[in-house]
């Protein structure tokens, strides 16, 4: 049974950092799309950045590159998102997916998941 574990939300300043763990098992944790998605009240889902547990060529959306950087380590079965600069915009509730895939599915961030966590939420204020 796949589970995910979203740990490292808070409340932040603007400026201020966070670093997000989702644990990770039940599964065969390499060959498998992982990322971190997004929602804000009254918005819909986006992703943020997703990775290939089987090389380390991330992709992110346009409004958190530069800022946000998604990791993972594989002897621990853990994915990281460590998010600087963060800004009153990136308040959400940030969840953590898996699903298997390829190395050029796993980039795409509208690629759909099956196996969600069940979120922790980061507020940042002005």
């Known amino acids: 049974q796949v589970q995910l574990v979203e740990s490292g939300g808070g409340s932040v300043q603007a400026g201020g950092s966070l670093r997000l763990s989702c644990a990770a098992s039940g599964f065969a944790y390499s060959g498998y799309c992982m990322g971190w998605f997004r929602q804000a009240p009254g918005k819909e889902r986006e992703g943020v950045a997703v990775i290939y547990t089987g090389r380390n060529s991330p992709n992110y959306a346009d409004s958190v590159k530069g800022r946000f950087t998604i990791s993972r380590d594989n002897a621990k079965n853990t994915l990281y998102l460590q998010m600087n600069s963060l800004k009153p915009e990136d308040t959400a509730m940030y969840y953590c997916?898996?699903?298997?895939?390829?190395?050029?599915?796993?980039?795409?961030?509208?690629?759909?998941?099956?196996?969600w966590g069940r979120g922790t939420q980061v507020t940042v204020s002005s």
């Open positions: 997916a898996a699903e298997p895939g390829s190395f050029w599915a796993c980039r795409d961030l509208t690629k759909e998941y099956n196996y």
